[in-house]
């Protein structure tokens, strides 16, 4: 057993290890954050993942039909299943980049100096017959019944000369669309 003097030494010494050994608070910084959701009963399974590449192949730049007669068309499919039950319909819009000479197709990414082609742009048609052109504007929106909880919504992409005065040049295209789908 310890002595009192021996007792009070030993609980000096071992507080004094104990503070030494703790660091000594310091202020710290805050950071204010803002969580944001939407919450909806009306949603689908994508069946795609990323981006959907749809190719159209080679075209001859001097044998390409006049403005308005596609010189190349493919279809593509983009499908939603697991629809719940209040979901009857989709509503799908367009929106990209207009081409300077017809505001009504989307236009090439890639200029002439990127090895761009020129004087070419893109429609997409949609619909469950693939009859109207959706502008990059978001007008000439589609529609798409919901049967048993899924839809396949049909579209086709057509490549045309953007005017009928233009010069079409060769070069790659590429043409970045997006389609906003809204579940009714």
């Known amino acids: 057993m310890f002595s009192t003097k021996q007792g009070t030494s030993a609980l000096f010494y071992s507080s004094l290890l104990f503070s030494v050994g703790m660091p000594l608070a ?28 749809v190719g159209l192949g080679t075209i001859d730049a001097a044998t390409m039909p006049a403005h308005g007669t596609p010189a190349a068309s493919k279809e593509f499919t983009l499908s939603l299943t697991g629809c719940s039950s209040d ?3 989709i509503k799908v819009t367009a929106s990209g980049t207009p081409d300077s000479a017809d505001a009504t197709d989307f236009a090439n990414s890639l200029d002439s ?3 761009g082609a020129t004087g070419v742009g893109v429609f997409i ?5 693939q009859d109207t052109t959706m502008h990059p504007d978001k007008s000439g929106s589609v529609e798409y019944p919901v049967s048993n909880g899924a839809v396949d919504m049909k579209f086709k992409a057509q490549l045309e000369k953007d005017s009928d005065t233009g010069t079409v040049t060769t070069g790659e295209v590429n043409v970045p669309v997006t389609l906003n789908i809204e579940y009714e």
Do not use: E, F, L, M
Request: net charge positive.
């Open 125 to 129: 048609k949609g619909g469950p017959s």
């Open 87 to 89: 979901v009857s319909k």
């Open 113 to 115: 100096a990127a090895g």
């Open 26 to 53: 310091q202020a710290g910084d805050t950071a204010n954050i803002k969580v944001t959701a939407t919450v909806v009963n009306r949603t689908c399974t994508p069946g795609w993942t990323g981006t959907q590449d």
